[in-house]
């Protein structure tokens, strides 16, 4: 499998993130905010200067991740078009990136998840997606209709278009308190049509800590993911910060410093974990307790 890392819980900097991302041993750079700019507010030349700085430093961009229907359920047919020219123009950007993905939502719920719903409201909003473009992945999210692999199959059932996969995120169902062990039955349940994983490990509903402190047991899952033939990206999504929790209203709209802020010195320890826990035997790993910033430097 093939390791990435959201690029703002490193760094704003898409150079600095790209530099770190390399030297730790890492793949590639998963796509949101740049410069403080939200991924659905770069400018052409902004995306072209992320995907420059992602090939000169060795690397793949693994994925582009707007908010697309991240939002409440559309009530007028104002709202519908406003979500599906989101995903369209996310389409657009995501092949000026090279990416090979546009993560989407199923709206925010209200009271319990009610995906069904969800998949004719987002029925309408597809309609008119250019097809055969960009993969739509759509995420197992804490606060939207489909928080657990069960919730995302009955969308995707529901919904009918086989174009789209399943980006797995187990730390957010852990987090909803919709599915406090998604490992191993929620994974079994959806793995077939997994294209996408992000990693972060949650304390209960209380926060995120330090990838292996937390509840997911995540050495074994990416152990089954190999042993599954997962070839895919596996992608560090940190949201743990040293000396600070980040607000629900920080993980809604996860771009800008306010939300960066601290993530360097607890992604690049995460990274070396993950790292750690993917490496196969005789498989080189940046040496445990090297400083994350003289890697940075090159020294």
């Given at each position: ?16 993130a ?5 030297r ?25 200067a ?82 055969g ?35 797995w ?9 919709w ?34 402190d ?12 190999a ?18 929790v ?6 809604d ?17 995460c ?29």
């Amino acid at each position: 499998m093939r390791l990435a890392i959201i690029n703002d819980e490193l760094s704003q900097d898409i150079e600095e993130a790209a530099a770190v991302t390399a030297r730790l041993g890492f793949d590639g750079l998963e796509i949101r905010s740049s410069d403080g700019v939200p991924p659905h507010r770069m400018d052409d030349a902004a995306l072209l200067a992320v995907r420059d700085a992602v090939t000169r430093h060795g690397l793949r961009v693994a994925g582009f991740d707007p908010p697309a229907l991240k939002c409440e359920l559309p009530r007028t047919a104002a709202e519908t078009d406003a979500a599906r020219d989101l995903v369209v123009d996310s389409v657009r950007r995501a092949e000026l990136l090279g990416a090979p993905f546009v993560r989407v939502f199923t709206f925010y719920r209200q009271g319990d998840p009610d995906p069904r719903r969800a998949a004719a409201a987002a029925r309408e909003v597809l309609d008119g997606v250019p097809a055969g473009r960009v993969p739509l992945l759509v995420e197992t999210g804490m606060r939207t209709n489909s928080p657990t692999m069960r919730h995302t199959l009955e969308f995707l059932d529901a919904l009918g278009d086989d174009r789209l996969g399943v980006l797995w995120d187990p730390g957010n169902s852990v987090f909803s308190g919709w599915d406090p062990a998604p490992f191993p039955q929620d994974y079994a349940l959806g793995r077939e049509r997994i294209r996408h994983v992000h990693v972060k490990d949650p304390d209960g509903q209380r926060a995120y800590v330090r990838l292996g402190d937390g509840d997911l047991p995540w050495p074994a899952i990416l152990a089954r993911l190999a042993e599954d033939g997962y070839r895919d990206w596996v992608s560090l999504e940190t949201h743990w910060r040293v000396g600070r929790v980040l607000t629900q209203a920080q993980r809604d709209e996860p771009w800008g410093e306010d939300f960066t802020a601290g993530g360097f010195e607890a992604s690049t320890a995460c990274m070396r974990l993950l790292r750690e826990m993917t490496r196969g035997p005789g498989g080189d790993a940046v040496p445990a307790g090297t400083d994350a910033h003289t890697v940075e430097a090159g020294a």
